[in-house]
Nanobody, 122 residues
Framework: VQLQASGGGLVQAGGSLRLSCAVSGGTFSRYTMGWFRQAPGKEREFVAA??????VIGDLVKGRFTISRDSAKNTMYLQMNSLEPEDTGVYYC??????????????????WGQGTLVTVSS
């Protein structure tokens, strides 16, 4: 399974970005998909996840970020609104056949994209 994340960039605080994660090489609908992020000097942290039956949004971004998936396009999205400087980091998409959407540990995911950088200026 290959994952390709895109959509990062530089945005001012209060702005919005939409990240995409294109999946190839597997049956997209079978995978739980997740977004994680890593700021410089910090550990990778859970952002959001979506399975066939559930959506989980991390506490730090709840109310500002939404996650969705389009099975026709084999693509997952992360809509990020009201961005804050603290949201700056490399955003990674991940996939796993057995993880549940509430799984917030990165090590539970087997497949990872290369990451896309999001920079929020104050």
């Amino acid at each position: 399974v290959q994952l390709q994340a895109s959509g990062g960039g530089l945005v001012q605080a209060g702005g919005s970005l939409r990240l995409s994660c294109a999946v190839s090489g597997g049956t997209f609908s079978r995978y739980t998909m997740g977004w994680f992020r890593q700021a410089p000097g910090k550990e990778r942290e859970f952002v959001a996840a979506i399975s066939a039956s559930a959506i989980v949004i991390g506490d730090l971004v709840k109310g500002r970020f939404t996650i969705s998936r389009d099975s026709a396009k084999n693509t997952m999205y992360l809509q990020m609104n009201s961005l804050e400087p603290e949201d700056t980091g490399v955003y990674y998409c991940a996939a796993d056949l057995f993880a549940m959407a509430r799984e917030s540990q990165a090590l539970k995911y087997d497949y990872w994209g290369q990451g896309t950088l999001v920079t929020v200026s104050s």
